[in-house]
């Protein structure tokens, strides 16, 4: 066991501060190799790009605040969390809305890129403006100098449908947006068709002709998304998601050379899936894939993929994985032929045909067994991997630690960080968990199924009704809280389940005769089932309160589960909180 000091360079309310976390951290077994996925917990929707020696990943982050967290890595393999593209109120309160969003809608797909010494995030906003309207897709760009920011306010590229950007810089100083949209003429419901515009940066405008790239490989292959456009060898290569993302999604590829297309499907397709494999495979719902080439010329592919533990699914929902490739082209030269300059001069049909007789290098995902596989060889072998094994926040900072999210922006006034005494001073909102709605709810992501989740409250009330505790948390309608509040002159703790279309239900309760203000919370996760307990005694002396099913709040949306901190009035329009000493994760 060592300890490892991160310096984290956090960003929130546009004060940058530097702060020291501490975790422990362990070699994993197998020191030559490393483990998927390589950043567990919900991080879906991976993209990557490098800068030198240096590697940024930017995921998902749909209806929490912050925003689209980022990690950094020298290795590949071992990544800290740096900071967030979106960190300030002010950039998701306005038409960015990040305030009032629905369950599952937010922030989708992003990309990350660095061109000219400056970092770019292209994204898109769901946002459904109320029952019976269509979403709209706010498609935005924001950028900084240093990945920790601060970033920039949203640039919305107007004019712009559909989800899931990218940005290519090309070489001839061209900058393209690629998106995705439902084509005006769809062959069949679910079809998505990649486009191309040229987009101005000056004044972030689409400019141009808009091009239409492809449809995807298979015909009934739904959702074509995600789109990726690589310049490789004077080819561009179209990487997209197909398949929609559950059990059916993979990765897709095309080339043309000339990014306006067309573009030549690998025949090969899909390079990468688990649609083929059992549903007992370790992993499933593989795809939303981008690419990074290494300074030394090999790549690599980040992919989103689920861990296979209860029925397909589990608490942590879609996680970064990380995959070898190689490009390899046919060996039977004579079958093809070589571009010729007047194909250029051809209606777009022919030389489709004409392309399709070229013999191109193509990605070759995982090469040995054309799965994601659970270890792969280290990409450098210098790099053992380690596992954070514990996270624990004495809330001794000015500010909150980068792990700790709110489902929405939170309201203001909705915690204090009383860092000299050391305390997380949480107050209650007049709202409970709903949607749509911003309540006192903050968590720290589950990253495994087996986990210990503890934290000290302190909470004293004379008012019925009022709550304070922690929840484990899916969603808006699916989550646990474990709370105390007065009931008949005492301290009651009760733990309650809300489960998807069902209304919440008290598990347990419990009367704390003893009970003298300071609490800790447990919950013990092993063998499918979550454990509750508590401490009143600081030899800390815990007594069991209950068992559940930890597959009461599986993952069947787009996020995964939270361990985290609550305290609400209940409707009332009173002043209360909760104190909490530390909280703890491993």
């Not at 951290?25 to 879906?44: C, F, M, T, V």
């Not at 709209?136 to 920790?148: D, G």
Request: glycine share 8%; net charge negative.
């Amino acid at each position: 066991m060592s300890i490892l000091v991160f310096l984290q360079y956090t960003c929130f309310d546009t004060i940058l501060i530097f702060d020291v976390f501490i975790f422990q951290i362990y070699p994993l077994a197998q020191e030559s190799s490393y483990k998927n996925p390589i950043i567990p917990g919900s991080y879906p929707d991976p993209s990557i790009c490098r800068v030198g020696d240096d590697f940024y990943i930017v995921n998902s982050s749909f209806e929490y605040f912050p925003g689209l967290p980022i990690h950094h890595s020298k290795d590949l393999v071992n990544w800290n969390l740096v900071g967030y593209g979106l960190h300030r109120d002010d950039q998701c309160s306005g038409e960015m809305n990040l305030v009032d969003v629905q369950t599952d809608g937010g922030i989708h797909a992003p990309s990350i890129r660095y061109h000219d010494g400056l970092f770019y995030i292209i994204t898109t906003n769901v946002y459904s403006p109320g029952p019976n309207q269509p979403a709209e897709m706010i498609n935005f760009i924001i950028t900084a100098e240093q990945v920790e920011g601060p970033w920039s306010d949203p640039h919305i590229i107007e004019g712009a449908p559909g989800i899931d950007p990218d940005i290519v810089f090309d070489e001839d100083g061209k900058v393209w947006y690629v998106g995705t949209h439902v084509p005006k003429d769809p062959n069949f419901n679910g079809e998505g068709e990649i486009w191309l515009q040229e987009l101005e940066l000056d004044d972030w405008s689409l400019k141009g002709e808009r091009y239409y790239l492809w449809r995807g490989a298979l015909y009934y292959g739904t959702w074509a998304e995600g789109p990726h456009i690589y310049k490789r060898n004077g080819f561009y290569y179209l990487l997209i998601a197909e398949g929609g993302t559950s059990l059916d999604h993979a990765v897709m590829v095309s080339v043309s050379n000339n990014i306006k297309g067309p573009y030549v499907p690998n025949a090969r397709n899909p390079i990468l899936t688990s649609r083929h494999l059992s549903n007992d495979y370790w992993v499933n719902s593989v795809g939303h894939a981008d690419l990074i080439e290494l300074a030394d010329g090999r790549w690599y592919m980040v992919a989103l993929g689920i861990r296979s533990e209860i029925d397909t699914y589990s608490n942590m929902g879609r996680e970064t994985h990380l995959i070898p490739v190689t490009w390899e082209k046919e060996p039977f030269e004579w079958k093809y032929d070589k571009i010729e300059k007047e194909w250029s001069e051809m209606p777009d049909r022919e030389r489709f045909e004409k392309l399709r007789r070229v013999n191109y290098e193509w990605p070759v995902c995982s090469p040995i067994s054309g799965r994601v596989e659970r270890s792969y060889p280290l990409p450098f072998s210098r790099y053992p991997q380690f596992s954070q094994k514990t996270f624990k926040d004495d809330f001794e900072s000015e500010t909150l630690h980068l792990e700790w999210n709110f489902r929405r922006v939170p309201q203001k006034g909705t915690y204090l960080i009383n860092h000299k005494d050391g305390y997380l001073r949480l107050f209650s909102s007049k709202n409970a968990i709903a949607n749509r709605k911003g309540c006192s709810l903050l968590g720290i992501r589950q990253k495994e199924s087996d986990f210990e989740f503890l934290t000290k409250m302190m909470f004293d009330t004379d008012e019925p009704g009022v709550q304070a505790g922690i929840s484990l948390f899916q969603k808006d309608d699916n989550y646990f809280t474990l709370t105390i509040e007065k009931y008949k002159g005492q301290y009651l703790l009760k733990l309650l389940l809300k489960e998807r279309k069902n209304e919440p239900v008290v598990i347990k309760d419990e009367i704390l005769r003893s009970y003298n203000g300071s609490i800790i919370f447990k919950v013990v996760s092993d063998n499918g089932s979550y454990k509750y307990y508590y401490s009143l005694d600081e030899p800390n002396i815990f007594n069991f309160l209950a068992e559940t099913g930890s597959d009461k709040i599986l993952s069947k949306g787009y996020t995964g589960a939270y361990c985290g901190l609550y305290s609400t009035t209940n409707g009332k329009d009173i002043d209360e909180h909760a104190d909490f000493d530390w909280a703890i994760l491993k």
